[in-house]
């Protein structure tokens, strides 16, 4: 599966949209692109996925660029429950097989008041 | 539906003595994972199983073993504690028709050797 690339933090001010970014650059054609997040202490949650269009549902918008080589996360009114690390991943879909899905360091967003 | 449960939530060991962390998914999903997370980390995969009857390693195995008893079960055991070990650890479960490759995680485990 592609490695992925974040920044280690970013801030947003209450209300306001967060915008994550992740790259991707090595993805492959059959691999989706996949976001969780992590609020302190607790197992990791499941936000969206997409592979090629962008993705809306009522936690988050993912917006793929046309390369697939990157995307963005974005939570359109950050709240304070929103402060976590926000993982991306790329996982190819479909197969069924396990294999080793690895997450990196991700990216703490500090939701300011 | 309780997803993906694993017991203990807290236990403290001492150098040398061993325990198994147990973990059950209710999901009907093929594959397990076990990782850890040590403090400002992020997840590090130990191992993980394609179905029941097979495992393989992922990126830090060492001090550990697995059993996948069944589809619905993956044990993680430490055979000899050693205070690196000290972690949460997290299990994990991925896939069925349903689902698809949405990766459901259990609470964690909070694991500290003196």
């Known amino acids: 599966d592609a490695k992925t690339t974040q920044p280690p933090s970013m801030d947003c001010a209450e209300g306001r949209a967060a915008n994550l970014p992740c790259n991707h650059s090595t993805i492959s054609g059959n691999e989706y692109v996949y976001w969780y997040r992590q609020i302190h202490s607790q197992g990791p949650q499941y936000i969206i996925h997409g592979l090629k269009n962008n993705e809306t549902n009522e936690m988050a918008s993912l917006i793929i660029t046309e390369d697939r080589k990157s995307s963005t996360l974005i939570l359109p009114h950050a709240t304070l429950r929103d402060t976590a690390v926000y993982y991306c991943?790329?996982?190819?879909?479909?197969?069924?097989?396990?294999?080793?899905?690895?997450f990196g360091s991700g990216t703490q967003l500090t939701v300011l008041p | 539906n309780a997803g993906v449960t694993q017991t203990p939530k807290f236990q403290v060991l001492k150098t040398g003595q061993s325990m198994t962390l147990q973990c059950a998914q209710d999901m009907n999903h093929n594959s397990m994972y076990w990782y850890r997370q040590d403090p400002g980390m992020g997840l590090r995969l130990i191992y993980y199983s394609a179905s029941e009857g097979t495992t393989d390693k992922g990126e830090v195995p060492n001090g550990y073993n697995v059993s996948r008893l069944n589809k619905r079960e993956f044990s993680l055991r430490l055979e000899s504690a050693a205070p690196s070990q000290t972690s949460v650890y997290f299990c994990?479960?991925?896939?069925?028709?349903?689902?698809?490759?949405?990766?459901?995680f259990g609470e964690g485990s909070w694991l500290t050797v003196v």
């Open positions: 994990a479960s991925t896939w069925n028709r349903e689902s698809g490759n949405t990766i459901y």
């Open positions: 991943i790329v996982s190819r879909e479909g197969t069924g097989s396990a294999r080793q899905l690895t």
